[in-house]
C-alpha cells in the first residue's frame, strides 16, 4: 500500500510564501508523474502543477511564475513552492502521483488526504 502524505499548509498573508511537501512511502517501484491539485470551497478539483520522471514541469497558467514544483527522488517527496500568494490560491491542496510498485507494474493513481492553504489578511 502506497500512503501519499502532505505537509506545510497553512494560514498565510496576501503576497506571503508558503512550501507544501508530500512524501510517498510503501512498496513503490516508480514514479511516472507527481503533482498537486487544489479544490477551493464551490469549485471542482483542478490542477496546479505537475513534474514528470523527467523532471519537466507544467504549471496552471493561474499560479505560472509564482509556484514552483520540484521532487526529490532519494526521498520520494515533491514539494510546491508557493509565493506571491493571493486569496483566490485558498483552497484544499492535494498531493496526486501516478506509480507503480514492481517491474512491469501497471500504473497507479493515488492521493493524498489534503491540507488546507488559507490566504487571508
Known amino acids: 500500500q502506497v500512503q501519499l502524505v502532505e505537509s506545510g499548509g497553512g494560514l498565510v498573508q496576501p503576497g506571503g510564501s508558503l512550501r507544501l511537501s508530500c512524501a510517498a512511502s510503501?512498496?513503490?517501484?516508480?514514479?511516472?508523474?507527481m503533482g498537486w491539485y487544489r479544490q477551493a470551497p464551490g469549485k471542482q478539483r483542478e490542477l496546479v502543477a505537475t513534474?514528470?520522471?523527467?523532471?519537466?514541469?507544467s504549471y496552471a497558467d493561474s499560479v505560472k511564475g509564482r509556484f514552483t514544483i520540484s521532487r526529490d527522488n532519494a526521498k520520494n517527496t515533491v514539494y510546491l513552492q508557493m509565493d506571491s500568494l493571493k486569496p483566490d490560491d485558498t483552497a484544499v491542496y492535494y498531493c496526486?502521483?501516478?506509480?507503480?510498485?514492481?517491474?512491469?507494474?501497471?500504473?497507479?493513481?493515488?492521493w493524498g488526504q489534503g491540507t488546507q492553504v488559507t490566504v487571508s489578511s
Open positions: 496526486y502521483a501516478v506509480y507503480s510498485t514492481n517491474i512491469g507494474g501497471t500504473p497507479t493513481q493515488g
Open positions: 510503501g512498496s513503490i517501484f516508480r514514479f511516472y508523474v
Open positions: 513534474i514528470t520522471s523527467g523532471s519537466n514541469t
